[in-house]
């Protein structure tokens, strides 16, 4: 195929020295000390999102095929689960695998970073939806939840639409990776009394400019943007201070590190949605060499996460997702690259409502095709949303209108509810 | 103050008379022609349709969508106060607007948010260009010659490097401009159909989208090896082929656009070169295939150029495009109104895409003045048929300016600029009169500080006549460019025009504790805090802080309210503070309604 150096849709654009360069910079980590975990409610379900963004390979990751025609020269190695082998690029996640199960027979029929992206978050493979941590924050969040419902902690800054048209409190919050948000201290100048008098006169303000029409979406967004703000001021401390040396020790003094740092904090603290993105598996170049790094860097850290879950119970109550747009091609290409792959590919998934140790589906030898239990992001959607409780062949009521939650056309991989 | 308002005022009724002869010469004007079609597009339309806007709501609309401000509240004041018919002192006031400097700002943003889509600056220096597109929208150069300056750009000659930003800060990649000039100036996003015919649109197909890269291809980003500075150099060589991913059908194609003829290269230019392409030279070709870029996207045939332009237009003005997304226009996703969009397309162009001439047709229309409160049970459907004034989110910069408007930062700034100008007006006549007679250099520099008050004295015409309104604007500009590239950094969601509003947390984080905003709001002589901190009564200051942030009176049950929140205060000018603070974040001020 001739291509023109890559596909350079911004979410498409493989990049090592981005990836590099965050990581190289520091930053201040604020992150509670573990303890606070025994206070959780172990009935609030929660969702953590592993994101790979890129499209990891699934032959060195989840679906290895070593001594085949492609693939590549990384081993298998077996896990903690008797038969279940993994990539040895996981070497963490293998011991683990007891407590996480893998889907192998993805087909998303498409190889766009985009549409794979938006099937895989939204369950459709087109049109205005939700994604499913909008979904996830909206019936799982409870009323005075501290924190907004649906965060992601991500070192880059696109814009997702997340919410459609649920309300736009169900949105995704972007937190620039670690670091503190800006402007979270009110000004010294105004007494809290003050403020809180302007906050209420504000919302009067809000309230009537509602009420006379405009497009509802605009003022929801707008209204959502101080709800949310409110809530950051109040989990100041959630971001400020470092994490203890012995946390940098086990996760890793990078940004993915600290941001899956981040992410258990938040979950610990009333967090329902949280997604950390990993970037750089884009590997058109350089596979090997590319996984062996980004995985390098992925595997002992979320297992890291995934322990201190674990450990503090948190676990069953939380759906644990490692997922991304897509996976990549079996067929090397001359730069010793693999290409975008939706045909055939795998996710692993855990914690909350998940049947562990098993495995899903399966591609053929050379991994070119799924040769059972074919699903896509349909499929995929409903099991996340059913894991949790939800049932996803009822419907969203938006005023008279009914929207079903899950594709109806569609159903949950029943194999892999617990 | 007295001094500016009068200039403006000369300037603009020069242009208004020598606009209304041209508009009173047209048989059926644009205006009713585009209320016809919209009327006529929805059953039944009056049943739908929202009432005329408050002159109140007219004026600032109008006001941020022309000149990219809120009007200052003496505007606002006289404007209100102004008992002529409505539809009389508002076409004037259009007017007055679009012949004032300040509309070739909102232009220049609009254009630059159209081109360069929020990206950095890395090769050319932001200020230059925004100089260049300034200039472009003050002459109210037309869009296709502006479309053709850009595109022929190598960035080679001082003079005209600036253009060269839309190339070089993309860094020449031929995949982002290849679908940058679908995008920008067709209106159709191609990048789909990169590697086989566009999947979901059946409209889009591979051959188009090479058939634009063919004219980019032989280009190439060429650094200097002395200055460093990158500039395209071009071969006079290489082809375009491509092969499907999905059935391996392969294709070759010269330049052109869409379906239009392919632009074969003249005889005998293969391999020729002007200056052949080396290290140390860039390459230029006896024949350039980019110069035909420029020409063929604007050429008559290309009819997706003017229906693009009109669209964007469109869109800016009227809060929603008859195509969105904007860059999506195809069969299968046809206009909402598309024997309109072709009107349009055909008049920008007959009126050789005279931009400054179509928004103010634009802005005269029914459909532009409707209220935006939409008719009970009738919003869905009133929002998709321009039958209500839709919401538009402030663009980033509208935002800067009608917060720096209405706090006051923006009337301070303007002093001072005045003072700089004049003093050096001053410096420099007194510099011109010394040459030739030595014993007038004192008296401009006297006149120049009794001119800003006084209007009694007869002295000679005060120095201050000689600044021209542009020349002010620009100083202001660079005064107070930091404000707005804050916001922008700010408020600017990535990517190019769209009609779309999503807000994020830490923008409402800046505004409400961010230091440049509340830094904004600390009484001083010449803001709104220290103006309101004055008055002693309620009702005064519920007046003026609606008129200066909402650009409109108080209902009588907000004047009871402001009176109320002053009551409760035990710190008059920290509740003044915080009543500014809470009109500012209202969405009322956020959106244009």
Not at chain 1, 293 to 306: H, P, S
């Amino acid at each position: 195929m001739q291509r023109d150096h890559g596909c350079h849709r911004i979410d498409h654009s493989l990049s090592r020295r981005g990836f590099l360069a965050s990581g190289a910079v520091a930053g201040v980590a604020g992150l509670c000390t573990p303890g606070v975990a025994k206070e959780i409610d172990k009935k609030q379900k929660r969702v953590l999102q592993v994101f790979l963004q890129g499209g990891v390979s699934q032959l060195e990751s989840w679906d290895p095929k070593p001594g085949t025609l492609y693939g590549g020269p990384f081993r298998a190695i077996p896990t903690s689960v008797p038969g279940m082998h993994i990539s040895e690029l996981l070497p963490h996640t293998a011991q683990r695998m007891h407590l996480l199960s893998i889907v192998r027979g993805i087909n998303l029929k498409t190889n766009s970073h985009h549409d794979g992206r938006l099937f895989m978050e939204m369950g459709r493979r087109a049109g205005e939806f939700p994604y499913m941590g909008s979904v996830a924050a909206k019936y799982l969040m409870p009323n005075d939840a501290p924190l907004p419902g649906y965060l992601h902690v991500t070192t880059r800054g696109l814009t997702d639409d997340t919410h459609a048209f649920l309300d736009a409190r169900y949105g995704q919050l972007k937190l620039a990776g670690h670091k503190v948000p800006d402007n979270l201290l009110p000004p010294k100048t105004v007494s809290n009394d003050s403020a809180l008098r302007s906050r209420a006169l504000l919302k009067r303000l809000n309230t009537r400019f509602a009420g006379r029409g405009g497009q509802k979406s605009f003022i929801d967004s707008y209204n959502a943007s101080f709800e949310m703000a409110e809530k950051l001021m109040a989990r100041r401390a959630l971001f400020e201070g470092e994490p203890s040396g012995q946390d940098l020790d086990r996760y890793g003094r990078h940004s993915f590190g600290r941001n899956c740092l981040l992410a258990r904090t938040l979950l610990e603290n009333g967090g329902t949605v949280v997604k950390v993105t990993h970037h750089g598996y884009d590997t058109h170049a350089e596979n090997f060499n590319f996984h062996l790094e980004q995985l390098g860097e992925f595997d002992k850290t979320f297992c890291m996460l995934l322990d201190d879950l674990h450990e503090s119970g948190m676990l069953e109550s939380t759906l644990v997702m490692i997922y991304s747009e897509f996976g990549r091609t079996p067929k090397i290409n001359v730069r010793y690259g693999r290409d975008h792959w939706g045909s055939a590919w795998s996710i692993a998934l855990g914690g909350q409502g998940i049947t562990p140790g098993a495995i899903v589906g399966a591609t053929n030898t050379d991994g070119t095709e799924v040769s059972d239990r074919e699903v896509d992001g349909g499929h995929l959607f409903h099991t996340y949303l059913q894991a949790l409780g939800i049932d996803s062949t009822e419907y969203h009521t938006l005023g008279g209108r009914k929207v079903p939650i899950g594709d109806p056309a569609r159903e949950p991989i029943g194999e892999l509810l617990a | 103050m007295r001094t500016r308002v009068f200039q403006i005022l000369v300037v603009a009724t020069l242009v208004v008379t020598h606009a209304r002869a041209m508009i009173a010469a047209e048989p059926a004007s644009l205006t009713h022609r585009v209320d016809e079609l919209i009327e006529a597009a929805l059953p039944e339309f009056s049943q739908h349709a929202s009432t005329d806007c408050t002159d109140a709501e007219f004026l600032r609309r109008v006001s941020l969508d022309l000149t990219a401000t809120i009007p200052s509240a003496h505007d606002t004041r006289h404007f209100l106060d102004d008992s002529r018919p409505s539809q009389l002192k508002r076409s004037e006031w259009i007017d007055q607007l679009l012949a004032s400097p300040a509309y070739a700002r909102r232009m220049q943003y609009l254009l630059d948010w159209i081109l360069m889509e929020r990206r950095t600056s890395e090769n050319i220096a932001s200020a230059g260009w925004q100089t260049y597109l300034r200039q472009a929208a003050a002459e109210n150069r037309p869009w296709d010659q502006l479309a053709n300056e850009i595109l022929v750009e190598t960035g080679s000659e001082p003079k005209t490097r600036s253009r060269a930003r839309f190339y070089l800060d993309r860094d020449f990649d031929l995949t982002v401009l290849t679908r940058d000039v679908g995008r920008i100036f067709l209106g159709k996003d191609l990048e789909c159909a990169q590697c086989h015919d566009h999947p979901v649109v059946d409209a889009y197909l591979q051959r188009h989208y090479h058939g634009l890269k063919a004219f980019l291809n032989r280009s190439y980003l060429f650094t200097d090896p002395k200055s460093k500075k990158k500039s395209i150099g071009e071969k006079a060589e290489g082809v375009v082929t491509f092969t499907s991913v999905f059935d391996d059908t392969t294709g070759k194609t010269a330049p052109r656009i869409l379906d239009l003829a392919e632009i074969l290269d003249p005889k005998g230019t293969d391999k020729q070169y002007v200056t052949k392409p080396s290290k140390s030279a860039r390459g230029i070709p006896k024949y350039s295939r980019r110069e035909q870029l420029g020409l063929a996207v604007t050429s008559e045939q290309n009819r997706a150029f003017r229906l693009n332009i009109a669209n964007r237009l469109w869109a800016a003005m009227m809060g929603r495009g008859l195509v969105e997304p904007l860059d999506f226009s195809h069969p299968d996703n046809p206009a909402s109104h598309p024997q309109l969009l072709e009107l349009l397309g055909d008049q920008l162009h007959d009126h050789a895409y005279d931009m400054k001439w179509f928004l103010g047709q634009l802005v005269r229309t029914r459909t532009y003045q409707r209220s935006s409160r939409p008719v009970d049970g009738s919003a869905d459907i009133a929002n998709t048929h321009f039958a209500v004034g839709l919401l538009k989110p402030l663009s980033p910069e509208q935002y800067a300016w009608a917060t720096m408007q209405a706090t006051g930062v923006l009337s301070a700034a303007r002093t001072i600029a005045r003072k700089q100008l004049e003093d050096q007006a001053a410096k420099q006549k007194a510099k011109s009169n010394k040459k030739p007679d030595g014993n007038k250099a004192k008296e401009p520099a006297k006149t120049s500080e009794s001119s800003a008050n006084s209007s009694t004295s007869a002295a000679p015409p005060p120095a201050a006549l000689t600044i021209s309104p542009q020349a002010l604007e620009m100083a202001v500009d660079k005064a107070l460019q930091g404000h707005v590239t804050t916001f922008v950094t700010q408020f600017a969601s990535g990517g190019g025009q769209r009609t779309t509003f999503s807000a994020t947390a830490p923008q409402a984080l800046f505004l409400v504790n961010g230091e440049l905003f509340r830094g904004w709001l600390k009484p001083s002589s010449t803001n709104l805090t220290g103006r309101l901190s004055k008055l002693n009564q309620p009702s005064d200051i519920a007046e003026e802080s609606y008129i200066g942030i909402l650009n409109r009176q108080p209902s009588v049950s907000e004047q009871a309210e402001v009176a109320e929140y002053l009551a409760a205060a035990e710190d008059r000018t920290e509740a003044i503070v915080e009543l500014i603070s809470a009109l500012l974040l209202s969405a009322e001020f956020r959106f244009n309604h």
